[in-house]
């Protein structure tokens, strides 16, 4: 009963916060309509100047700036959860503020992923299980990592670790919430965000009234889920179960 009651007040707490926040910060869901044209205007210029044998150095450019746009995204988040309020001096700082620890944490990811490719060369048809297993487990184990990046003044590989740790001490109260949620996002979306790093909802946008109300309801609800999970990460990641019912006490 005590994990019950622990359960719906973190959420009860956490829900008034996340309003509060999305109220006073609505400007950030339309973030995701400008990273939408600064990746494409990027990659235009970027793929029409290296083509060829600069190829790779298009690739690495681009690889950066993805890394940049979710630093800003971040630091949008870290804006809101920490201070509620969003300036145009934080879109500026965020392009570069977690630019580092991002791009580590890919390059982990990168070396991760060359390491299995070598198990998979050798188990043929079932390499594709494998890889749904080790991809199953890194959403769930590490999804907490974004916001392990942005509200913990920690390392590329501390911030790896410490969102493990994290989701072994509260995966009850972290994962329920966010299926919940990542569940209403698919049905009015059929989108399932499988991206821990994912800055926006990715649906095409008409031209026509419905279209446009249809990704700006998906904004808003994506918002919402972003902005909760940090409310609900530094919730969890500054007390433990014994201490908040302790301090209910009183």
Do not use: C
């Not at 190829?55 to 950066?64: K, N, Q, V």
């Not at 060369?121 to 999804?143: D, E, Q, T």
């Amino acid at each position: 009963m005590d994990i019950f009651t622990d359960f719906l007040l973190i959420n009860k707490q956490t829900m008034k916060k996340t309003l509060k926040s999305l109220k006073d910060n609505w400007i950030i869901v339309f973030s995701g309509i400008v990273y939408i044209l600064l990746t494409t205007i990027v990659s235009l210029l970027v793929f029409t100047v290296f083509r060829g044998a600069l190829g790779l150095i298009g690739g690495i450019i681009i690889a950066i700036f993805s890394a940049s746009l979710i630093s800003n995204y971040l630091y949008l988040l870290y804006s809101v959860i920490n201070y509620n309020r969003l300036k145009v001096q934080d879109f500026k700082d965020g392009f570069t503020y977690f630019l580092r620890k991002v791009y580590v944490v890919f390059f982990y990811g990168w070396i991760g992923s060359l390491l299995l490719s070598v198990f998979y060369r050798f188990l043929g048809p079932n390499a594709y299980v494998l890889s749904l297993i080790v991809n199953v487990s890194i959403l769930i184990l590490l999804n907490p990592l974004p916001e392990s990046i942005y509200l913990k003044s920690r390392d590329p590989m501390g911030s790896i670790v410490y969102a493990f740790d994290f989701m072994k001490e509260n995966w009850i109260n972290w994962l329920l919430p966010n299926l919940i949620f990542h569940g209403l996002l698919f049905y009015l979306t059929g989108n399932i965000i499988t991206n821990l790093f994912t800055t926006n909802v990715n649906l095409s946008i008409g031209m026509d009234i419905i279209s446009i109300a249809k990704y700006l309801i998906a904004q808003v609800l994506f918002s919402f889920i972003m902005i909760y999970r940090g409310h609900l990460f530094k919730l969890l990641s500054t007390s433990t179960r014994r201490k908040r019912m302790y301090m209910r006490k009183f």
